[in-house]
């Protein structure tokens, strides 16, 4: 019973990661670029209205917000699509009393290329070269990253604890994030696939 959950799950979550990789190979370039060029919205990826809704808030929750009330928005959505959130700070959300942590690019900072990973954490990121949003956990085992929707999403990662980090797809080991070891860019293989992390400690 639970591999058939985990088998749907894995093919629901196939559909969703092909998704944001269309989306996230609009985006990166320009995201790379200066903020300031602001280019203007690649055309919309899907064409059924069925995803267009689902499409639309994924590409708005992985770039960097042009604007306060476009960052307003991404943190709006955040809680919306992984409820029992706090907002911590004007780009930060908490859950579960400060065991996760998402942080959203400020508008006009320049969050790419530095793998900015606080000592105790690790952490994932959206975009390649650790490029925000930024999630991080800190505890032992393994936790579930759908429950913060950070499921699908990963594209590189930094490791500033003193163990090793498993990204796993399901019952599928993807990689490990050893200390020191930033990783810049996972892998077209496992891009948008990691949907449970496991700290060794
Ligand atoms: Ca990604």
Redesign the pocket.
């Known amino acids: 019973m639970k591999l058939d959950k985990q088998v749907a799950r894995i093919g629901l979550s196939a559909g969703i990661a092909l998704t944001?990789a269309s989306a996230?190979a609009f985006t990166a370039p320009a995201t790379a670029a200066t903020a300031a060029s602001a280019a203007p919205s690649p055309a919309p990826v899907a064409t059924s209205s069925a995803s267009t809704s689902s499409t639309g808030e994924l590409s708005l929750l992985?770039r960097q917000a042009r604007s306060d009330a476009e960052l307003r928005e991404q943190i709006a959505l955040q809680m919306k699509i992984a409820p029992g959130g706090k907002q911590t700070s004007l780009n930060e959300v908490s859950y579960d009393n400060g065991k996760f942590v998402v942080t959203y690019a400020l508008p006009g900072q320049r969050a790419l290329g530095v793998a900015d990973c606080p000592s105790g954490w690790f952490c994932f990121?959206?975009?390649i070269n650790f490029g925000y949003p930024r999630g991080k956990l800190s505890d032992c085992g393994g936790q579930d990253l759908g429950q913060y929707g950070w499921a699908n999403?990963?594209?590189s990662a930094d490791n500033s604890t003193a163990n090793s980090v498993e990204y796993w797809d399901g019952p599928l080991f993807l990689f490990t994030n050893y200390n020191p070891g930033a990783i810049s860019y996972v892998g077209s293989a496992y891009?948008?696939r990691a949907d449970v992390v496991f700290r060794n400690c």
């Open positions: 944001v996230v992985n990121y959206e975009n999403r990963i594209s891009n948008d």
